[in-house]
């Protein structure tokens, strides 16, 4: 590993970001590691309590659409490594706001290459975080990163959107990209409005779990620290110009999810446990798996190593331990609209920089 690097990590307040920030911040300590995050409605200070007194490591609070700040950040900083995870994720709220989520996350993608690209110091590697969900919902079998994007709700098709123009900087400047798409992440400080904290949070206020529609959706989950895993194994040995999707083999129905959750969390028998779900209409499009297969990313040596059973219980236990950290987890159960005029008005999709520490 060289030293002295300088990281930029954009929207490393957020859940994967903060984890990475962390493993970044205390395993490379000759590394600069500068955290650029509007601070948005899904963030917490608490995530980086680990790293926030550290030397090496430094906030930004601002917001990666602001081209003065950006190209002012690649004027001054030297960057070396761009960790590119800011985005507006809750695929409920893309279906309200769906330009909101355009401008952050195609927008503010284009706003940090071309930034990136023109620095007076040449970038390393550009890595963006895309999605499996680019893929849309697929058939029986994994598809792999030569398959078609078909993106079928509004935040897969700004992640997807965003995709192009970052292939497009490879193929147009060779402009060194590598592009991960991801199975859903859980683990530890994930905010509220995701599905694994959300049930457990409805559980913990004596709530019912509450499903969207009859059909069977299931969803693929890897733990937070694979996650981290596979984005530093790629800045390591990821290749120029490619795309690796990061993925595990564990699938579970979303209805068996709630089932496992709320046995643990309420200690219920079997016979009581539809006494805590809730069927709901579904949203407009819903999206029953995403099959992806990584055989690309473990021929570079990544290994899944947090199984199923041991980081659920992990992140089941980090959330009983902390209840407190998401102090406003009741407005998480608000209708989507008023939610999301909330996030509108306290989001900070500010045009000022405040430099918290450096
Ligand atoms: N969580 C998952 O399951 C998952 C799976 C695949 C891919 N991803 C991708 O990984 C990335 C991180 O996901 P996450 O789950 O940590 O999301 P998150 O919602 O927890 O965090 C997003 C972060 O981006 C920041 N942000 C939002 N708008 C910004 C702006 N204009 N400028 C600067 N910062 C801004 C937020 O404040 C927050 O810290 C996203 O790009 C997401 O698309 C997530």
Aim: aromatic share 10%.
């Amino acid at each position: 590993m060289e030293s002295n690097r300088t990281v930029l990590v954009t929207g490393g307040s957020g859940f994967i970001g903060s984890h990475l920030v962390c493993s970044l911040v205390l395993k490379h300590t000759d590394w600069r590691i500068i955290n650029l995050d509007t601070l948005d409605y899904c963030c917490s200070r608490r995530s980086l309590q680990a790293v926030e007194d550290r030397s090496n490591y430094s906030l930004i609070r601002g917001d990666i659409c602001n081209p003065q700040l950006v190209n002012h950040i690649f004027n001054t900083e030297n960057i070396d490594v761009v960790f590119h995870l800011a985005a507006k994720t809750h695929v409920e709220s893309s279906f309200e706001s769906p330009s909101c989520f355009h401008r952050v996350n195609v927008e503010g993608t284009q706003v940090l290459l071309s930034a990136a690209c023109q620095a007076p110091h040449t970038l390393h590697r550009f890595i963006y975080i895309s999605t499996d969900e680019v893929y849309g919902a697929g058939p029986g079998q994994g598809l792999d990163e030569t398959s078609p994007l078909r993106p079928n709700n509004p935040y897969a098709a700004t992640k997807a959107a965003a995709e192009t123009h970052v292939l497009s900087y490879w193929d147009t400047h060779r402009f060194p990209v590598i592009i991960t798409r991801s199975n859903n992440v859980y683990g530890p400080r994930q905010y509220t409005e995701k599905v694994i904290p959300r049930f457990l949070s409805l559980l913990r206020n004596n709530r019912k779990c509450t499903i969207q529609g009859t059909l069977p959706k299931s969803r693929h989950f890897l733990f937070v620290a694979d996650a981290v895993d596979a984005l530093l194994l790629l800045l390591e040995k990821g290749i120029v110009g490619e795309v690796y999707n990061v993925g595990t083999s564990f699938e579970i129905p979303i209805t068996h999810l709630a089932r496992e959750l709320i046995k643990t969390v309420k200690n219920v028998p079997d016979s009581q446990v539809k006494d805590w779900l809730e069927f709901v209409p579904d949203r407009p499009v819903l999206e029953l798996r995403y099959p992806i297969t990584c055989d690309k990313l473990k021929q570079l040596g990544w290994r899944e190593k947090v199984t199923w059973t041991e980081g659920i219980r992990h992140t089941v236990k980090w959330y009983q331990d902390n209840p407190d950290f998401w102090w406003n987890t009741e407005e998480d159960q608000r209708p989507i609209t008023e939610e999301f005029q909330h996030v509108m008005d306290t989001s900070g999709l500010c045009s000022s920089t405040d430099r918290i520490q450096t």
